[in-house]
């Protein structure tokens, strides 16, 4: 079944909800209809402009729903935080206060490290990176995102 399944287009739904089995929701909302695809490990999410990546063992379920206005980027989101990438610039709010923010490249090398302010923010550009394959990681949570 999990190969009949493995290049699911995903329409009229752009709003995926991931539940983690240490209890935290997340939802992400794309511009575009993205493709889902499973690996051994991972759910991957891919449009053209951003890939997300979930390790399969850490998510207890995922579900989507149809937005009823148009997303502006991907989002992560529960009740407390949300990751916002729009074009160039990642902003991240309602996280820990003085929590580690990691920008990596795809082979998990750290390129920078931002932390949090008291109010759970930080905001950073990735405009000077090039193309590829990037991973924002936090203690909570880890995202995979493709710079076009």
Request: glycine share 4%; net charge negative.
């Given at each position: 079944?999990?190969?009949?399944?493995?290049?699911?287009?995903?329409?009229?739904?752009n709003?995926?909800?991931?539940?983690?089995?240490?209890?935290?929701?997340?939802?992400?909302?794309?511009?575009?209809?993205?493709?889902?695809?499973?690996?051994?490990?991972?759910?991957?999410?891919k449009?053209?402009?951003?890939?997300?990546?979930?390790?399969?063992?850490?998510v207890?379920?995922?579900?989507?729903?149809?937005?009823?206005?148009p997303a502006?980027?991907?989002?992560?989101?529960?009740?407390?935080?949300?990751?916002?990438l729009?074009?160039?610039?990642?902003s991240?709010?309602?996280?820990?206060?003085?929590?580690?923010?990691?920008f990596?490249?795809?082979?998990?090398?750290?390129?920078q490290t931002?932390?949090?302010?008291?109010?759970?923010?930080?905001e950073f550009?990735?405009?000077?990176?090039?193309?590829?394959?990037y991973?924002?990681?936090?203690?909570?949570?880890?995202?995979?995102?493709?710079?076009?």
């Amino acid at each position: 079944m999990c190969l009949a399944l493995s290049a699911v287009p995903v329409f009229c739904q752009n709003i995926l909800t991931v539940h983690q089995k240490d209890g935290n929701v997340f939802r992400y909302s794309f511009e575009e209809k993205p493709v889902v695809t499973f690996t051994d490990k991972d759910i991957v999410l891919k449009s053209t402009k951003v890939e997300v990546q979930f390790d399969m063992t850490k998510v207890a379920k995922f579900t989507f729903n149809e937005s009823a206005t148009p997303a502006d980027g991907i989002k992560a989101d529960d009740a407390q935080s949300s990751i916002v990438l729009d074009e160039y610039t990642v902003s991240i709010s309602g996280a820990k206060a003085d929590m580690d923010v990691r920008f990596m490249a795809s082979d998990g090398k750290v390129l920078q490290t931002f932390r949090t302010g008291q109010d759970g923010s930080v905001e950073f550009s990735i405009a000077d990176y090039p193309e590829g394959t990037y991973l924002i990681s936090s203690e909570s949570v880890s995202v995979k995102i493709l710079k076009k």
